[in-house]
């Protein structure tokens, strides 16, 4: 007896399960990524990725999908430490964009000014002096806008 047609057909429903799972994993990832971008904004969303999903959506998704469904949704770190080690990361890596984001959200999430200026005096020592001034002038922009946002009409 031929057990080739058997053997093709539990193969196919094992790729087929194999694909549903990833598919199921994939959208895990989503769910948790913008359950993550929610809860750091506020429920605001976040307008630099908003814009990459307009023109590089593959882009958008692995940001995510990886970046925030897979590695910032972790719970070892609390949501604030992480933010200020993001905002060490890039004030050392001279991304000030980026740095103002995550600033902004260590700040909704109970970090303080004080806090993030001593990741600005930490990076002359990591990064060196260029790239703190940088960091510096990125979070004196952002502290003076949210001071100008809260400030009563």
Known sequence: ????????SILALSLFAATAGADD?????????EATI??????????VLNALRQDFPVLADGIVDYSLGDVWSRGVLDDRTRQLAAVAAFAAQGNVTVLKIH???ALKLGATEEELKEIVYL??????FPRAIDAAQALRELFAAQRADSAPR
Request: proline share 6%; no cysteine; charged share 15%.
């Open 123 to 128: 990076t002359t020592v990591t990064a060196g």
């Open 1 to 8: 007896m031929n057990n080739r047609p058997f053997s093709l």
């Open 103 to 105: 600033a902004g959200y």
């Open 25 to 33: 994993a994939a959208g895990d990832r989503r769910t948790k990524g």
């Open 38 to 47: 929610a809860k750091l904004s506020g429920g605001a969303g976040q307008p």
